[in-house]
């Protein structure tokens, strides 16, 4: 299974039409959801909700600014290689503050899409977006380019 574990819920009903649109494509190829926690004006409530439910049973990759920059076909590999081995990756998108070291500590690797900055909800759908474009690379349909 992918899990994408994340802080906040999306407002915006265009975000939530994005999201629903590539689980939806998604799952096709994979079992997929969401965990939504809860927007915590307190940053330390915000990690501990994190942290609690980080699987350290699962294959954890943190998206975060001090992560590795992959291509497409890296992040394709990646999830074909893990969903191989592990079974399960859970994705954790920190909340408008970011991670701490605490959390960086917990997860198997970080990845970076961007030294940008992106919207929460924006960068939700970005990171659906890939996940589908990596089943259709792993499965040499196009899409791709």
């Known amino acids: 299974m992918i899990k994408i ?13 994005l999201v ?5 494509r998604i799952s096709k190829y994979h079992k997929i959801e ?6 915590n004006v307190n940053y330390e409530k915000e ?3 994190l942290l609690a439910k980080i699987n350290p049973h699962d294959y954890n ?8 920059v992959v291509t497409s076909e890296k992040l394709a590999n990646k999830i074909n290689e893990k969903l191989m081995t592990n079974g399960n990756i859970t994705f954790i998108i920190g909340g408008s503050l970011g991670l701490n070291d605490e959390v960086r500590s917990k997860v198997n690797e970080l990845i970076s899409f961007s030294a940008l900055t992106f919207p929460h909800g924006l960068f939700r ?18 899409y791709h380019k």
Do not use: H, P
Request: aromatic share 8%; charged share 30%.
């Open 5 to 17: 574990l994340c802080v906040g819920k999306l407002k915006e009903a265009y975000l939530q039409d």
């Open 20 to 24: 629903n649109d590539y689980l939806k």
């Open 34 to 39: 969401i965990v939504e926690l809860k927007d």
């Open 47 to 49: 990690i501990s909700g």
């Open 61 to 68: 990759i943190a998206l975060d600014l001090k992560g590795e």
């Open 125 to 142: 759908g970005i990171l659906l977006e890939q996940i589908y474009r990596s089943f259709k690379i792993i499965n040499n349909e196009t």
